[in-house]
């Protein structure tokens, strides 16, 4: 979501007439990646006391109501299944527009809490903005809220398109370290593809409370591949470790819309990914500019990934049909779906 925000605010702030504010209410205000100059931003007075997380919950709702009092938008765009509860909730009865971007799968089951919270306040957003198709079918079959919008994520250009010839013989994962996404599965199929001149690089780091990262080096351990699984964290500056890389593989078994996909994609890799109910599918055409696997198909997987690391001639091709596809998924391109839809523009 950061990173989807990020573009977007780069895309309104270059529209002369608009006036752009990014309003921080979270635990943390951390800003991770880079903003344009003439953004203003709104951070709290107060650091989140999460042992007092109720009234703090309660100081964050006044902050952010009289913060868009202050500020006094023609609209309000908020970002996330949850955070978009808690923005309609804090702006209920203002006069400004609050459109809200649904970013989970269309899987995801939530609370009763908070189901009853998104039946309740989602119809009264302004509109909501769902990735894919399938998103806006189960927004609709469960929300009374008719416009919603299908608006993918722009996809930053990676300049590692342009660099081909430096790749190396590495498979590239990239995703936060959760059951969902199921990087040790990846690790037993690279074990077994069993090619010791390739590398499995793996980018991520441990998140919602889930610990996998030890338990990841010891499974490479066990297998006998820990020289060659290569686990780097969070990292902010993707481009030079997708232009090394060969082949993107994506073992995730749910996604609202999967970035790392486009981004691979624009970085021209082909990409091998199992075909879960939403994402994937949206960016990859099956043997055309990439592959995708029936969900849980693990030797399909594995039969295909080592195709792929075998034949160059067939990455390249996959590869030059990525870049041609995820054109479509320009920051310039989205922000103005999102511009057109927020504001009427035809």
Known sequence: MERVMSELAGYFCQITHLEVHLVLYGRNAEIFYKLPDNITIHIPGTPFNNRLRTV???????????????????AVLSFGEYWNSFVLLALRGLPYPVYISDRCSPEM???????????????????????????????????????????GNPIKNMAAGRYSANREKQVLMVGRLIRTKHQDKLIEMFAKVNLPDWKLIIVGYDHLKQVHLERLKRLAEKLEVEQRVVFLGKQKDMDKIYSQSSVFAFTSSSEGFPNVIGEAMSAGLPVIAFDCIAGPSDLITDNTNGILIPLFNYDLFQEKLKVLMENPDLREQFGSKAREKIRDYSRDRIGEQYYQFMFNVP
């Open 109 to 151: 089951k939530f609370s009763f809490s908070h189901s009853f919270l998104r039946k309740v306040l989602y119809p009264r957003a302004a509109g909501i903005i769902a990735q894919t198709e399938m998103a806006r079918r189960v927004l609709l079959s469960g929300i009374r809220q008719r416009n919603i919008a299908v608006i």
């Open 56 to 74: 703090y919950s309660i100081g964050r709702l006044i902050y952010l109501r009289r913060r868009i009092r202050r500020i006094q938008p023609d």
